[in-house]
């Protein structure tokens, strides 16, 4: 039997392979595209700040894939961008935000927080809808699914401070 070959620098060694699963099943029950795992991953198991060029080599990912993923995590707050001058260009490097407190709040504050607020529009679009509902039967069931979705909206604008203090944000 012939020793596989090592690994060259351009894939990921089994370790970074095993930290970016994490990260990727993470991101998947967030409902959100894998690259946003693959990218975050790297970076937390990276030593040095990586570029967007040296995410798109490592993880074989789109440079439109990589670039939209360290938008979000940007925006998010996940990653922080740091430029380094290289001879005569001027380079972004990305690092990992490794606080748990603001990962979250990044989340809630940009994924969350909108779609309770829309939300409460829809609730009382739906409200009037099930108001204008001919059958007494079915407008008293359909009011009484929307008041539990309008329940389930209020207390997740409760609970969201909460885990928010809790995190220290």
Known sequence: MHPLPAPSLDELNPLERQVVDVFVDGVRVLGLPRSIGEIYGLLFISRAPLS???LVHRLQISKGSASQGLRLLKTLGAVSEIHANGGTERRAYYEPAVELK??????????IRPHLESGKTKIKRLAEAAREEADPEHRKFLSGRVSRLDQWMRSGGKVLPLLQKILGE
């Open 52 to 54: 967007l060029d040296d």
């Open 102 to 111: 603001r990962l979250v709040g990044g989340f809630i504050r940009e994924q």
